[in-house]
């Protein structure tokens, strides 16, 4: 039982625990190695003992934060998934996101919850296409960066290259923490700026096991029997050159204006414990947010939080539902009452759980900057705030405006009840978005999403979770927008023959188009019409 919140005891006690939390997102390109990245940090911390297996799946070899049948089938991460763990003396909430475009909402929503983010680079592409889409939203919440260039095991680019296109790309400048030695396929190591030492490469059992290191001094005169004299050589050269560079400003890299940036290889753990070490010491513990009250911060006494993410059928037999939900401030103990922002009412929170990927535990106790899984009986909604305090709703979390658009019905007409009630969660989960269209005569039931690769895991979903198979048919819409006012009825409004009206889940009136002219043209045939591109603007 945890002392009353109004005591000088509870006070000491909630600083101790906030200040040892860390909570935050790795985010990339597919395939840069972000899972796998993930995976070695758990295999670090000692959470698993053997990177690739999944605790009582014998010789399956999966990764951890890849729970879902069809990630294990694709190799891929198609939802985000929350992990805790210690390590020295640190609390761990690690946030492992989709990096596939077509998953990018999941993946901004993560970021709303997140206090800092590892930015992964492949060594050998640099920044690639939706690296620069995911900074871009971890600089709109100034959070702090911490660059990992992966898969040094392998032919690199010039990592003073890689320096300047984070500066011309990302426009944020970077301060190498270690510094690889041989990246034309011949990886010897990397030295470490802070200890003046070699660590000397070795891939460690195919990246299974954690590695023994292999470090020297760069001045011993024991070098050169362990590394060549044009290694050496050049590495001298290059540190004198970082030298005269950016100095690291842990304030700068605190409001992301600085990237610490980090030399290694996920597959093989070499530089993952490293950088671990030095991230944890750099990087924040929990930050406050805004809400309609102002600025909340961790140590506030009263519990609060907001709702991320809401995940259907993480256990399929129990047909279970879980709102992941990132604690704001004070601390959560089993059993208390909170407001809820969805309702307006009073709940009880009885048995939260924290998580390692789709293996999880109850909770006794929980602290601001901690990822809790909350059972949900259908009230919870993405961005619902909940509060012990006073009645607070924290910033909305955006909703983005799907480009793609199909009509769905079941195969099966007797299906149906399944069929909707697996759409129903599925587009409370945020994974997609419901339409109903009625101007063509009859009633027609439209999914949208951000990118197709969500179609493909919507029907994977509803055949394994709800037993139903669907039909799907392709529409030409590429925008929609919601109607914030308008001069007359919306089937009255004047629009192109190529453009749609429908209602969303809630009932919203929605407008639905081809093209940008399309939308320019309603807004000038139909003065006093106001779109929106998001529903939470309206």
């Known amino acids: 039982m945890l002392p009353a919140t109004d005591t000088q005891e509870f006070k000491e006690l909630l600083h101790q625990q906030v200040d040892k939390r860390r909570t935050f997102a790795i985010i990339s390109h597919p395939d840069a190695?972000?899972?796998?990245?993930?995976?070695?940090?758990?295999?670090?911390?000692?959470?698993?003992?053997?990177?690739?297996?999944?605790?009582?799946?014998?010789?399956?070899?999966?990764?951890?934060?890849?729970?879902?049948?069809?990630?294990?089938?694709?190799?891929i991460s198609v939802t985000s998934?929350?992990?805790?763990?210690?390590?020295?003396?640190y609390h761990i909430n690690?946030?492992?996101?989709?990096?596939?475009?077509?998953?990018?909402?999941?993946?901004?929503?993560?970021?709303?919850?997140?206090?800092?983010?590892?930015?992964?680079?492949d060594a050998a592409k640099g920044v690639e296409a939706q690296t620069i889409k995911l900074f871009k939203v971890c600089r709109m919440r100034n959070i702090p960066i911490f660059t990992f260039v992966n898969k040094m095991d392998r032919a690199a680019r010039d990592p003073f290259e890689l320096m300047q296109e984070l500066e011309d790309v990302l426009g944020i400048r970077s301060c190498p923490i270690n510094w690889p030695i041989g990246v034309d396929g011949d990886f010897q190591g990397v030295y470490h700026r802070d200890t003046k030492m070699v660590e000397l490469y070795e891939n460690g059992d195919h990246g299974k096991k954690k590695l023994d290191k292999l470090d020297i001094a760069l001045d011993d005169p024991a070098i050169h029997d362990v590394l060549a004299q044009h290694y050496i050589d050049r590495l001298n050269e290059e540190i004198e050159l970082l030298d005269i560079g950016e100095e690291f400003d842990p304030e700068r890299v605190r409001k992301g204006e600085l990237t610490p940036m980090f030399f290694g290889s996920a597959v093989t753990n070499f530089g993952v414990e490293p950088f671990l070490e030095r991230f944890l010491k750099f990087t924040p513990p929990p930050l406050s947010r805004l809400s309609d009250a102002g600025e909340i911060g961790p140590e506030e006494p009263y519990f609060s939080g907001f709702v991320f993410?809401?995940?259907?059928?993480?256990?399929?037999?129990?047909?279970?539902?879980?709102?992941f939900m990132r604690i704001v401030s004070g601390a959560y103990q089993k059993g208390m009452e909170v407001w809820h922002s969805g309702t307006g009412?009073?709940?009880?929170?009885?048995?939260?759980?924290?998580?390692?990927?789709?293996?999880?535990?109850?909770?006794?106790?929980?602290?601001?900057?901690?990822?809790?899984?909350?059972?949900?009986?259908?009230?919870?909604?993405?961005?619902?705030?909940?509060?012990?305090?006073?009645?607070?709703?924290?910033?909305?979390?955006?909703?983005?405006?799907p480009e793609f658009f199909n009509r769905v019905r079941p195969e099966d007409s007797m299906k149906r009840k399944q069929f909707q009630k697996g759409i129903s969660q599925l587009a409370e989960e945020g994974a997609i978005q419901t339409f109903i269209r009625t101007e063509t005569g009859r009633e027609e039931f439209m999914v949208g999403v951000v990118g197709v690769l969500q179609f493909e895991v919507l029907e994977h979903r509803l055949k394994t979770e709800y037993q139903t198979k669907i039909v799907m048919e392709g529409m030409p819409f590429r925008h929609v927008r919601w109607v914030v006012k308008s001069p007359k009825p919306i089937e009255d409004l004047k629009l192109t023959s190529t453009s749609g009206r429908a209602k969303d889940s809630?009932?919203?009136?929605?407008?639905?188009?081809?093209?940008?002219?399309?939308?320019?043209?309603?807004?000038?045939?139909?003065?006093?019409?106001?779109?929106?591109?998001?529903?939470?603007?309206?």
């Open 345 to 401: 009412k009073q709940v009880t929170l009885k048995q939260p759980q924290q998580f390692m990927a789709d293996e999880r535990e109850a909770v006794e106790e929980a602290w601001a900057g901690d990822i809790i899984g909350l059972f949900d009986p259908g009230i919870y909604q993405l961005g619902d705030t909940l509060s012990s305090g006073p009645k607070i709703h924290y910033e909305n979390i955006p909703v983005f405006a």
């Open 506 to 538: 809630r009932g919203r009136d929605v407008l639905l188009f081809e093209n940008e002219w399309s939308i320019r043209l309603a807004c000038e045939n139909n003065e006093g019409l106001e779109l929106a591109e998001t529903a939470n603007r309206l």
């Open 33 to 75: 190695g972000k899972t796998t990245l993930t995976e070695k940090l758990l295999l670090y911390s000692g959470a698993i003992r053997s990177a690739g297996s999944v605790k009582a799946r014998k010789s399956d070899k999966h990764a951890t934060s890849d729970w879902m049948d069809i990630e294990k089938q694709r190799g």
């Open 94 to 121: 690690i946030l492992d996101t989709p990096g596939h475009q077509d998953f990018s909402e999941d993946t901004y929503r993560v970021l709303v919850a997140a206090d800092a983010a590892v930015m992964l680079i």
């Open 81 to 89: 998934s929350a992990m805790q763990f210690e390590y020295d003396g």
């Open 309 to 323: 993410k809401i995940q259907a059928n993480m256990n399929p037999a129990h047909r279970d539902r879980l709102a």
